[in-house]
């Protein structure tokens, strides 16, 4: 992963003709504010770690997993959300952990985790660094120094039981790499987020992440089965047996607690056999409202695809959901709609013919095999779109959320309001896109994208922007994350989404597993 963008520098993006007629046309983009910076340029703000607590860390766990160097610290300076990404294209001195410590066992996190504690060491576990939402910035809040504790080590599937259909794997596994450990056996997690390539499982259960094919396999937290968690207080595993009447879930404190309760070194996940199928669909509706109404009928009475998205008129005007395409007109008109059913033949073909039969009745069009290949082809590589929109002075960054079904059209009128008058207030006037990425009976998530010209100061903008939106979600009736956490940046909403009482709750937890308050500072717990 590069440090300052996303992904491997060869996938590099150009932007098409269309997309930057589009940029300058509609948009009013006309040049960067900011350049990427060479790395050897980059400046980073001296190690306050001192040489002692250096060469005791080195002693739990090796001279060689324990590193000062400014190359190790920036590359775990933070997360990659847009304003992350434009940080780090400033000359001023770039914040950065004081010290990267890779421990390869849980003992060696417990012990790293005591003497951090002992010593006014704030911890913030890394898994893939792809968070968007300052869940990795190197938060002080009072400590001495900040460690970085890189869960890379903890990379293998470390038993797989075929016959109940668990596999546990190391909570630094990435997602490509737990597929290719489980193909092998002929299963697979099926968990696939947009950022897949680099994420990883402990990131996946530490945040509650939500895959593409969600519709079909469940939420992250959904196929956690059980975790093993170094606290500051001791080992806690969760998850004994699929189901338990033994109080309270002791698991779901530890899903979602975005490394402020303890490092998640061992994850248990359901695993379901490689689909003997796949079918992919796309579908024409003739706007949002519809679409929706058409999404809801399935997932309350028919049996739901793997995938399931609609983009509204917007996103598919521009073609963003086939990103190969962006920005031509191969879509005109309506929403398009993709679905994808996995299994054994004739289980696909079965459930496919109920949802052709479900969304026909309500107004979609079959739009055959195409659309959703395309989908499937470009589906990880928005993010180096991203980057390329950046380099030209584009802003573009994205935020969601989730509601009942009865709430969504007041929810996503009132979100796109809110970000289209932040900005416009600010003489940029944006596209607004939005997208329907996760399903449930009784509600989905909506998935905005947000593309405008950048002015002088880009994350003020975009901070203002995201302020709005976020106020927006909560008048709403909204919440403030379906799936991309709370870290840093959401937390200033906790309060409204939990009230005073839920976070003392979160407080109490925290208190008896990490008193020293080590774990995290700043993030999550309002
Ligand atoms: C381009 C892009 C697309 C994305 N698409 C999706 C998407 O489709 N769905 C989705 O859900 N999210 C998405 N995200 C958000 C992000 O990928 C997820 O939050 C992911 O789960 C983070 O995993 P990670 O391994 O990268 O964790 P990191 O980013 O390294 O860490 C995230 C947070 O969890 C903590 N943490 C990490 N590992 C552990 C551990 N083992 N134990 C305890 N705490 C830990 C960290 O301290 C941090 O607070 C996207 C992000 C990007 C940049």
Known sequence: MQWDAWGDPA??????????SLLTGFLGVSAPTRSRL???????????????????????????????????RILRAGGKSTPDLL?????????????VVTPGTDAEVEQVLRYCSANRIAVVPFGGGTSVVGGLDPIRDGF???????????????????????????????????????????????HFPQSFLFATLGGFAATRSSGQASAGYGRFEDM????????????????????????????????????????????????????????????????????AAALRELVQEGSAPTVLRLSDEAESGVNLATTDKIGENAFTGGCLGITTYEGTASHTAERMAEARAILTAHGGTSLGEEPGNSWEHGRFDAPYLRDAL???????????????????????????????????????????MCHISHTYKTGASLYFTVVSAQTEDPIAQWHKAKTAAGDAIISAGGTITHHHAVGADHRPWMKDEIGELGANILRAVKNAVDPAGILNPGKLIP
């Open 38 to 72: 060479a790395i050897e340029d980059v400046q980073v703000v001296p190690s306050a770690m001192a040489q002692s607590h250096v060469e005791a860390l080195a002693g739990m766990v090796g001279a060689e997993y324990v590193s000062t160097k400014d190359s190790d």
């Open 390 to 432: 950046l380099d030209v002075g584009a802003l573009c960054e994205t935020l969601e959320t989730a509601t009942t079904w009865g709430n969504l059209a007041n929810l996503r009128s009132s979100v796109t309001e809110a970000l289209t008058k932040a900005l416009v207030e600010q003489g940029t006037q944006p596209l607004v």
């Open 224 to 291: 956690v089965q059980g975790l093993t968690v170094v606290t500051p207080s001791g080992v806690i595993e969760t998850g004994r047996a699929p189901a338990s009447a033994a109080g309270p879930d002791l698991g779901e404190l530890f899903v979602g607690s975005e490394g402020t309760f303890g490092v998640i070194t061992h994850v248990r996940v359901r695993v379901h056999r490689l689909p003997e199928t796949t079918v992919r669909e796309g579908w024409s509706f003739p706007d949002f409202a519809t679409g």
């Open 144 to 190: 001495d120094a900040v460690l970085s504790l890189d869960l890379r080590r903890f990379d293998q599937l470390v038993g797989l039981d075929e016959e109940s259909g668990i596999a546990t794997f190391g909570g630094g596994t990435t997602g490509p790499r737990a597929e290719e450990l489980l193909r092998e056996h002929g299963f697979s997690v099926g």
């Open 87 to 99: 940080r780090r294209r400033s000359a001023e001195p770039q914040d950065a952990p004081d010290v």
């Open 11 to 20: 996938k590099k993006r150009e932007l098409s003709d269309a997309v930057t």
